[in-house]
């Protein structure tokens, strides 16, 4: 698959502060992922060294093969879209004037700026002052304008900031367009729950290094993640279907009429087959699969513990 960008063994460092360390991700086409970490974990530095905002100490930064901050970096640029975590505007401008300085700054026609407002829902008070906006219209008119220019990569930190929860469905819907057309999104945000079935990988950051990279499944083999299945059987038979579990299974709870079972995820489907085998025995099957806050917690807690005993 095509790379769009990429940090290549990046390092940048403020005076006596390392903010990133070493990181290497790739972005690819048509791909979302989710850039993770508490704040101070450097997931800003990255997107400004992805802007050309600022360059690296060390290691590389591409855009479309370009550096961002080199000679040929408006080049790159151009094929950006960027929504900062705190938008601002000017007050005494419309939306519709504060599209065409974008769309000027950009170099690209105007024709399409009533399309973009309308898009997110704002094309009704496109000649209203920006002052006048709520947080979440400020929001939504930020949208927008990274949006101009159709832009290949599209970074988005905390998108949803502000918004209401239909405001947010409609914002990872824009995102699900924008990967349908082959554009590639970076999406920086602590909602974790909410942003985990919207993208393709996650990219977990922590005290300025890379801790993990990739799709959930990916992130839940490498942390060793747990399966709990709480089952519900016929009374008097939970010895007959631990008798049928696979080996790596454990038991975490035990009565007379249910289970609750621990499983590495990779033996998901043996575990459901043995089940399924067992007939009417099993009454009522419940899959808890752990999602990207808990991942999360369990790779940021793992890198602690290897600095600790290192």
């Known amino acids: 698959m095509t790379i769009v960008a990429e940090w290549n063994g990046v390092t940048r460092r403020y005076g006596a502060v390392t903010a990133v360390q070493d990181i290497s991700l790739a972005l690819r086409a048509g791909e979302a992922t989710a850039l993770v970490g508490h704040n101070g974990a450097g997931k800003t530095t990255l997107i400004k060294l992805m802007l050309g905002l600022v360059r690296p100490d060390a290691g590389a930064v591409r855009v479309l093969g370009v550096d961002p901050a080199g000679a040929r970096g408006a080049q790159a640029r151009r094929a950006l879209g960027f929504l900062p975590e705190n938008v601002a505007f000017h007050g005494a401008l419309t939306a519709r004037e504060s599209m065409a300085f974008y769309a000027r700054l950009k170099r690209v026609p105007l024709r399409e700026n009533d399309a973009l407002l309308e898009r997110v829902g704002i094309a009704h008070a496109a000649d209203r002052r920006v002052a006048t906006y709520s947080k ?175």
């Open 136 to 310: 979440g219209m400020r929001q939504r008119l930020g949208i927008a304008q990274a949006l101009i220019g159709e832009p290949r990569l599209l970074l988005f930190d905390e998108p949803t900031s502000g918004l209401d929860p239909d405001s947010r469905a409609e914002v990872y819907e824009t995102i699900d367009e924008l990967r349908r057309s082959g554009a590639t999104v970076l999406v920086s945000t602590h909602a974790l729950e909410e942003v985990e079935r919207r993208v393709d990988r996650a990219a977990i950051v922590h005290r300025g290094r890379l801790v993990a990279a990739g799709s959930l499944e990916e992130l839940r083999r490498g942390a060793g993640a747990q399966l709990r299945l709480r089952v519900r059987v016929r009374d008097c038979t939970t010895s007959t279907v631990l008798a049928r579990m696979p080996a790596t299974v454990r038991v975490a709870a035990r009565d007379v009429a249910a289970l609750t079972l621990l499983a590495p995820v990779e033996a998901k489907m043996p575990v459901l087959r043995a089940l399924g085998a067992l007939g009417d025995i099993v009454e009522d099957v419940e899959i808890d699969t752990p999602g990207l806050q808990q991942l999360y917690r369990e790779w940021i807690e793992a890198s602690d513990a290897e600095v600790a005993a290192s």
